[in-house]
């Protein structure tokens, strides 16, 4: 079992677990593997990462559709609530707050149906992602989003190695700083792997499978 510890913040609610080891993800390897198992389902937790996000949101953004990713809707809701909590700026005639999950279909390419394209086309949308690290899917959501004629207006993430994908802001509560020495990597340029130390579990936005 890879090494397992917390990172604290003031909000004891507000925390990443982590563990530092050698992980697969679809298109890359990593040093560090991101739990937000709780946070994604877990009310407490979920509304304390919420009331944390929608601080850089709450000036001048307009939003009026959450997008969530990674399992997040549980986030997206609380999002969504402190959105409309606050007389929040949105163009949606019924003055609320969408909450939806896209559909994967083949190599990461998002569709949204017919029946929920009234939700992004002509909306503002905010991306809610558990973590960025490749940009992958982001990028995929950004396509998906411009193509059902939405607006982007950033993307938000419990983790994040990087402040923009895309031309859009990413706006994260964690970063590679608060893990000291984290590092991803291509699969085929990873020097754990060339060290000849073991993969210890395949890890992506579901979970964790040790192999």
């Known amino acids: 079992m890879a090494q397992e510890y917390k990172i ?34 877990r009310m407490s937790e979920a509304k304390a990462v919420a009331r944390e996000m929608v601080s850089a949101y709450r000036i001048s953004t307009v939003v ?17 609530q402190e959105l409309t909590d606050d007389n ?6 019924h003055q609320t707050v969408y909450v939806m999950t896209p559909e994967f279909f083949g190599d990461r390419q998002l569709i949204i149906r017919d029946n929920l394209k009234p939700m992004v086309s002509g909306k503002h949308v905010l991306l809610l992602a558990a973590s960025v690290t490749t940009g992958k899917t982001a990028l995929a959501a950004i396509d998906a989003v411009h193509y059902y004629g939405g607006i982007v207006v950033g993307i938000s993430a419990m983790f ?32 754990m792997c060339a060290r000849g ?15």
């Open 197 to 211: 130390e073991k993969i210890e579990a395949l890890v992506n936005s579901y979970g964790y499978s040790a192999i």
């Open 88 to 93: 929040f700026m949105n163009l949606n005639a």
């Open 64 to 80: 009026d559709t959450i997008i969530c990713l990674d399992g997040t809707e549980v986030i997206g809701a609380f999002v969504a």
């Open 8 to 41: 604290n913040t003031g909000n004891k609610d507000v925390f990443l677990r982590v563990q530092k080891g050698h992980f697969a993800t679809m298109h890359s390897h990593t040093n560090y593997y991101i739990d937000v198992t709780t946070q994604k389902n």
């Open 160 to 191: 994040a190695t990087t402040t923009e994908i895309g031309g859009y802001p990413v706006r994260s509560i964690f970063n590679p700083h608060d893990l000291g020495d984290y590092s991803s990597y291509r699969p085929s340029e990873c020097p």
